[in-house]
């Protein structure tokens, strides 16, 4: 199983996690920033 620290870390192996990990990157960061400037 992940930790929760080697999810955040995107170090978890599970693809799915991953998956999740890039998405939650993307909204987190990415649309984050801009979304909430418009």
């Known amino acids: 199983p992940n930790t929760l620290s080697e999810i955040k ?5 599970n693809p799915t996690i991953k ?3 890039a998405l ?3 909204f987190n ?4 920033g801009k979304c909430n400037n418009e």
């Not at 870390?9 to 192996?13: E, I, M, Q, V």
């Not at 960061?29 to 984050?32: A, E, L, R, S």
């Open 19 to 21: 998956t999740l990990k």
């Open 9 to 13: 870390n995107g170090r978890a192996t």
């Open 29 to 32: 960061g990415t649309c984050y």
């Open 24 to 26: 939650s990157d993307y």
